[in-house]
Each structure stands twice: as C-alpha cells, then as structure tokens.
C-alpha cells in the first residue's frame, strides 16, 4: 500500500502524493466542475451527491475498488450483501466513512451472471454492473454522527450517496438508517437472506411490505485488507488536519460556492482533495486494464 500512497511531515503539514487531474486556475463554476466529477450540490442541506448518469456508472463495481479506498485517503466501513435474483447475483453494498475532506455514506445497488474472480479470500466476488434504468430501486438512507443527523437522501437510483464537506468522522462514529424498496416479494426475500448471510439477526432486519430498513452502524463483513490499525490511524491524522485546514478558509467565506472559489487559489491541493469522494477517477485509474477485461463480461 505504501507504495501508492506516501505521508511526508514538513513543518507540521502534510503532503500527499496525489493522482488527481490538475484544475486550471480559471475553473470558476462549481456546478460543472462537480458534474464532470460525477456530482451535483445541494443546497439546502450543503452536500454533494451522485447524479443518475455520473461517468462512474460504466465501471461497475468490484472488491478492488474498496481494497484501494484506503491508500486513496478513504477511510470507509463496507458492507457488501451478496443474493440471487431473476437469474443475476445481485451485490447491494452500503458504505460510510470519511472520504478524505468529507464525511459520506453511500448505497449501490449491481449485478452480474458472470462467475467470481479467480482470486483468493476477500477478493473472490464476480466484477458487477451498475444496474440499468429498469432495475432501479427506491432508496433513502439517513447519516448520524452520534445523536446529530448530518444530511439525508432519498432517491430512485442506483449509487445513492451523500458528502458533507469539510466535516470529520471516523465511521464508528457514524450511523446510516437506511431503507430500500425491492422490485417485489421474492427478490425482497432473497435481500433479507443476504443480510442474514452477512451477519444481521431477524430482529435487526424491518420488512414492511418490499421495503426493508436496517440500521448499518457496525459492519458485518469482512473489511478490505488496507483497513489496518495503522494505516487508519495515519490516514485519518491527514484527513482531520485537512478538514481542520478547510473550516478555516471556509470561515471567511459565505457560502460553499464561494469558498471553493477562494480555495483553488489559496491552496490548489487542498482544492483537489475536495474532489476525493464516492469513486474518484483515481481509483479505476488503477485497475483500468482489469476493468476493460471483465466490463466486456455480462
């Protein structure tokens, strides 16, 4: 892991090898800089969040990509639960956690009628497509940083998501009530046995109607390997002196608009790493060529 992401201390700040594309300096509107990112801006509860047609939708999902969260500056709990349905295997994954200068949650929903990759322990699970428009679910999902509710979502989609930016959690910290709407009663009781399988009891399971609720707060799963003690604590010093370093540029400005603004002149890096949420490019960067391969596999 170290060698794709490295941790200097000079005169008590941090720099990080970044892969990020460089933001010309005359980049000035937010709404389409985060609309290439795949993004869109609340303003009401000042977040960003995934578009329907976000360019991540064509790279699908595989366990790699959380393998490579963490060297990506994102410190995220995964919970993947795995079922059967209508001649696919179904992937429905919750995530929550700290993406580098934003505290977020995400649910994707993906599927697949190819077999598992022929790699050992964690790494095992087929290459998943994003959903198409037919398949659809209902979903919203409230995040809780202890007793403070930071934002919810609710959405017909298939990667519902949330960023708050500029604020820092750790994810034990954080609390996702999430709920979702299953196309009918069979593919709702294969969910619920997916939960199962991964370690949710009966009584932590909700089921009204095809809507089933659960409260992620402590993942079930195996977590991706760059999870470590370590790394974490290492990471997530960086992560909470950038969000520190953010708040206090931001304190000058009115609004998150105008902040950016300010921020790519002031500091172009730290202007970049806003930019690390969700399924940054960098990621499938790193696994283009194996992405190419299994993305022509249905």
């Given at each position: 892991?170290?060698?794709?992401?490295?941790?200097?201390?000079?005169?008590?700040?941090?720099y990080?090898?970044?892969?990020?594309?460089?933001?010309?300096?005359?980049?000035?509107?937010?709404?389409?800089?985060f609309?290439?990112?795949?993004?869109?801006?609340?303003?009401?509860?000042?977040?960003?969040?995934?578009?329907?047609?976000?360019?991540?939708?064509?790279?699908?999902?595989?366990?790699?990509?959380?393998?490579?969260?963490?060297?990506?500056?994102?410190?995220?709990?995964?919970?993947?639960?795995?079922?059967?349905?209508?001649?696919y295997?179904?992937?429905?994954?919750?995530?929550?956690?700290?993406?580098?200068?934003?505290?977020?949650?995400?649910?994707?929903?993906?599927?697949?009628?190819?077999?598992?990759?022929?790699?050992?322990?964690?790494?095992?699970?087929?290459?998943?497509?994003?959903?198409?428009?037919?398949?659809?679910?209902?979903?919203?999902?409230?995040?809780?940083?202890?007793?403070r509710?930071?934002?919810?979502?609710?959405?017909?989609?298939?990667?519902?998501?949330?960023?708050?930016?500029?604020?820092?959690?750790?994810?034990?910290?954080?609390?996702?009530?999430?709920?979702?709407?299953?196309?009918?009663?069979?593919?709702?009781?294969?969910?619920?046995?997916?939960?199962k399988?991964?370690?949710?009891?009966?009584?932590?399971?909700?089921?009204?109607?095809?809507?089933?609720?659960?409260?992620?707060?402590?993942?079930?799963?195996?977590?991706?390997?760059?999870?470590?003690?370590?790394?974490?604590?290492?990471?997530?010093?960086?992560?909470?002196?950038?969000?520190?370093?953010?708040?206090?540029?931001?304190?000058?400005?009115p609004?998150?608009?105008?902040?950016?603004?300010?921020?790519?002149?002031?500091?172009?890096?730290?202007?970049?790493?806003?930019?690390?949420?969700?399924?940054?490019?960098?990621?499938?960067?790193?696994?283009?060529?194996?992405?190419?391969?299994?993305?022509?596999?249905?």
């Amino acid at each position: 892991m170290l060698h794709i992401y490295r941790n200097f201390v000079k005169t008590k700040k941090f720099y990080i090898i970044s892969m990020h594309p460089k933001i010309k300096p005359d980049d000035s509107d937010m709404n389409q800089l985060f609309e290439d990112a795949g993004f869109a801006y609340d303003s009401q509860q000042d977040i960003f969040y995934s578009v329907m047609n976000a360019w991540q939708r064509n790279f699908g999902f595989c366990r790699l990509y959380d393998e490579a969260s963490a060297p990506l500056s994102m410190i995220i709990d995964c919970e993947p639960v795995f079922f059967d349905y209508d001649g696919y295997h179904w992937m429905i994954e919750l995530w929550k956690g700290q993406y580098c200068l934003n505290t977020g949650g995400e649910i994707g929903v993906y599927y697949t009628k190819a077999p598992g990759l022929d790699t050992p322990g964690e790494l095992k699970n087929a290459f998943y497509h994003s959903v198409g428009d037919e398949d659809l679910l209902q979903m919203s999902f409230s995040l809780k940083k202890g007793s403070r509710t930071l934002f919810a979502r609710n959405d017909r989609h298939w990667w519902l998501t949330g960023f708050k930016l500029g604020e820092f959690s750790d994810p034990s910290e954080l609390t996702m009530d999430a709920r979702i709407t299953l196309k009918d009663r069979f593919m709702r009781d294969a969910f619920v046995e997916g939960l199962k399988n991964t370690g949710y009891s009966d009584s932590e399971i909700m089921v009204a109607n095809n809507t089933v609720s659960l409260v992620y707060q402590q993942p079930r799963s195996a977590q991706p390997l760059t999870r470590t003690e370590l790394t974490d604590r290492l990471i997530q010093t960086k992560n909470r002196y950038l969000c520190d370093a953010f708040r206090r540029i931001a304190a000058g400005y009115p609004n998150t608009a105008e902040t950016l603004n300010g921020l790519k002149n002031l500091d172009p890096f730290l202007y970049r790493s806003v930019f690390t949420m969700g399924k940054p490019m960098e990621l499938f960067q790193i696994f283009e060529p194996v992405i190419k391969q299994l993305a022509l596999i249905r």
